[in-house]
């Protein structure tokens, strides 16, 4: 048994793994015809992503809302929702936390914590609504979830760009909201690099979800729903009740997430700031490379944040246009996405059955 | 099980000697002065000697480049400038906010001499950089104000050149009812060209009416075509090109639908796009960021690079209009006849010594014409 789970754990840890290492491989190709040495770009990549602690610090600070977006898509697909709108609640939450902690007038403490459940607020009101689409009309997730998205961004693009704009920027382009006080804000772990406590804060939340997802009768119940909602339901799981909730709780990921950005890195909401970074795309990326494990979803968010970070640094450092760049990482990340460990243990596991019939 | 073992443990050898190998190229570059005495032979060969006078560092942080015009300028005035002044440089694009904020983080860790900003973004991180940093490096922003006084702030003045190009429009058309414009996005950053742009028609044509598209992007060609069959089949002839790289859509309309017999005709942004081969091309509304960056370096170099907003205005050759205050490459004098052009120059002086203020109002309180 235990042999099992330590098996279904390293097959969980090491699929990125080795799918990273065949991209590379492929990735190398492509440097290589752009007339780059491969292993000096390489080179340049890992150090921009994980080379020492300032460059890590930055992967692991552009993971906090991988990470949460990965946790709000574990919760919602492992459940048999198979939900896409973490981005519009990311969107939501991180706009409610960019406009509490900047206008509401209580001490500085006060405004970070009213900002984070504000975020957790608006993202799982905003996550229960395409809930209540699939439960009234049966909307499916996918179209009401995706054009939720769009709705999202561009209401907060219109409320930066002509209600919330920062009172205090001058110009007039500047799309934003006012900067939020140093005070109100999620302190940096060290004070040279940028990673900050929201990170931390995502690592316990990966922690708290997988001890509610295994750990729980919740858990089992969702989990039940998500191999067989039919058989849940036969087995007295009221479904609607087990909807909201998984919504909710999977919109609260979303919308912390997108608190946790602000908060703790750009201390603004920035148009586009999570449209255009794709960092629910990316949770959701890892969430699937990882089968919906915390964990899991964990080590692949801070690798794909890593690719992202690498690549900034592949591009500012080499020869290497920005097109070609974002074609590694495009070619890295679906690699990352073809889960090749599971297809290597199914054989294998195969090839052994076979055998043992052969035997007999 | 054990296949999956070992074949996890295989691909983390190979990902650490990457990282290996990652590092030790890390330690040979912080580590150049030194790079004559290092046994490692095809990095000596690579920089034979240590050069006694150090090349300043400098890095442009942007948006990603591409075909628009707005930027390529920053990396040819760039590439120009490298041969005379020596300096290493790197063109850091970026494809979104998070990338602006670790490029510029980035930059500073890893003590480029200047840093470069163009476009809005650049304003706030350039400024938090700036007041973190220890002075050893400097910073300078392009079409923004950082509001910081430790980074050099060039703005541009934009309304006077759009007020040009209006005047231009009206004064080439001045029968027209109905008047095009095709941006990239509505709202206060478009205002200035908005309003400039209507101003200069309405001292020709003051009841003119006009007509706005947006294409919601900087570099979507495809919208601002249709855009421009549609305004002209609203009955414009001449439409305002405001749309960065998606202004390519509109000429290539133009072309189009003089092969019908039809003719619109329109401008350029930021750069000379006149062409003998696109007649409808009548000029551009100049915002060198070109000439910018090359002021930049020469303060820099000069040591006279410091903080506070400038504004340029046409009177400093930053803005302008092809065949008002620069040449361009093809001029379609059947449109811009001397009389036009004479009459836009006059203006343009007028502008300049102050005699024709050119102010722009908020737009709550602008009266404007009909819309359609």
């Known amino acids: 048994m235990r042999k099992k789970k330590l098996q279904s754990f390293l097959t969980t840890l090491g699929q990125p793994m080795v799918s990273v290492t065949i991209a590379l491989l492929l990735g190398a190709v492509i440097i290589g015809l752009s007339g780059e040495n491969v292993f000096k770009a390489y080179g340049v990549m890992l150090k921009g992503a994980f080379g020492d602690g300032y460059y890590l610090s930055s992967t692991l600070s552009r993971a906090t809302p991988i990470i949460m977006g990965g946790l709000a898509v574990c919760i919602a697909w492992r459940s048999g929702y198979e939900a896409m709108g973490g981005e519009g609640q990311m969107i939501f939450g991180a706009l409610s936390a960019a406009i509490i902690a900047y206008y509401v007038p209580v001490a500085p403490f006060l405004r970070t914590v009213l900002a984070m459940l504000g975020a957790c607020l608006a993202g799982a009101v905003y996550s229960v609504l395409s809930g209540w689409l699939y439960e009234k009309w049966r909307v499916t997730f996918i179209i009401s979830t995706l054009m939720l998205n769009y709705i999202a961004n561009y209401v907060a693009s219109y409320l930066t760009i002509y209600k919330l704009k920062d009172p205090e920027a001058l110009d007039i382009n500047a799309s934003q909201t006012g900067k939020i006080m140093e005070a109100a804000r999620l302190p940096r772990i060290f004070k040279a690099y940028s990673l900050h406590w929201g990170f931390l804060i995502a690592v316990l939340c990966v922690v708290l979800v997988y001890i509610l997802m295994n750990k729980t009768e919740f858990g089992y119940k969702s989990r039940m729903n998500g191999f067989n909602s039919r058989f849940a339901l036969y ?106 460990l599971n297809l290597i243990s199914v054989r294998y596991r195969h090839t052994r059955k076979k055998e043992g019939g052969e035997k007999q | 099980m054990k296949k999956s073992i070992s074949l996890i443990l295989a691909m983390l050898l190979l990902l650490s000697s990457l990282v290996g190998c990652g590092s030790a190229k890390t330690e040979e570059k912080k ?174 044509n003051p009841d003119a009416k006009f007509t706005f598209n947006w294409t919601n992007s900087y570099s979507d060609p495809t919208n601002a075509h249709e855009f421009a069959l549609q305004q002209h089949a609203m009955g414009a002839t001449y439409i305002f090109g405001g749309a960065a790289a998606c202004n390519e859509g509109i000429f290539q309309a133009a072309l189009e639908l003089a092969e019908k017999g039809e003719y619109i005709y329109s401008i350029a942004q930021d750069a000379d796009a006149t062409t003998e081969a696109n007649p409808y091309i009548l000029s551009a509304q100049l915002k060198n960021t070109g000439v910018t960056t090359g002021i930049i370096l020469d303060k820099f170099y000069a040591g006279t690079l410091e903080g506070g907003c400038t504004e340029l205005k046409l009177a400093d050759g930053a803005i302008g209009a092809t065949w008002v205050t620069n040449d361009g490459a093809y001029l379609n004098s059947d449109i811009l006849t001397e009389e036009v052009l004479s009459a836009c120059k006059d203006y343009v002086a007028k502008i300049i010594s102050g005699e024709y203020p050119i102010v722009l109002p908020e737009e709550a309180d602008y009266q404007f014409n009909e819309i359609l």
Request: proline share 3%; aromatic share 10%; glycine share 12%.
């Open chain 1, 235 to 340: 087995g007295g799981i009221n479904a609607r009740k087990m909807l909201y909730m998984v919504m909710i709780l999977s919109g609260v990921c979303a919308g912390f997430g997108g608190s946790l950005e602000v908060l703790g890195s750009k201390y603004r909401y920035i148009d586009q700031m999570i449209f255009n970074t794709g960092y629910a795309w990316s949770g959701m990326v890892a969430a699937l490379l990882a089968n919906f494990n915390p964990i899991g979803t964990l080590v692949a968010s801070i690798l794909l944040s890593g690719l992202a970070t690498g690549g900034a640094a592949l591009q500012r450092s080499t020869s290497i246009p920005v097109e070609t760049v974002n074609m590694i990482e495009g070619v890295i990340t679906i690699l990352m996405s073809v889960k090749l």
């Open chain 2, 31 to 204: 580590e150049e002065p030194a790079a004559e005495t290092a046994p490692a032979a095809e990095e000596v060969v690579e920089e034979p000697a240590a050069e006694p006078a150090e090349a300043k560092r400098i890095a442009v942080i942007c948006d990603t480049i591409g075909t628009n015009l707005f930027l390529t300028q920053v990396a040819d005035e760039m590439a120009a400038k490298q041969a005379e002044l020596g300096y290493e440089y790197s063109m850091m694009e970026c494809a979104d906010s998070d990338e602006w904020q670790a490029n510029y983080e980035a930059a500073a860790h890893e003590g480029y001499d200047l840093i470069i900003g163009v476009g809005w973004q650049a304003g706030s991180f350039a400024a938090e950089c700036a007041e973190a940093g220890d002075g050893t490096t400097q910073y300078a922003v392009i079409d923004t104000d950082a509001g910081s006084d430790k980074v050099a702030s060039f703005a541009y003045n934009e309304e006077q050149a759009a007020f040009v190009m209006g005047l231009m429009a009206g004064l080439a058309f001045p029968e027209e009812e109905l008047y095009g414009y095709v941006g990239c996005f509505e709202g206060p950053g478009s205002w200035k060209y908005r309003w400039g742009f209507m101003e200069g028609v309405k001292v020709t």
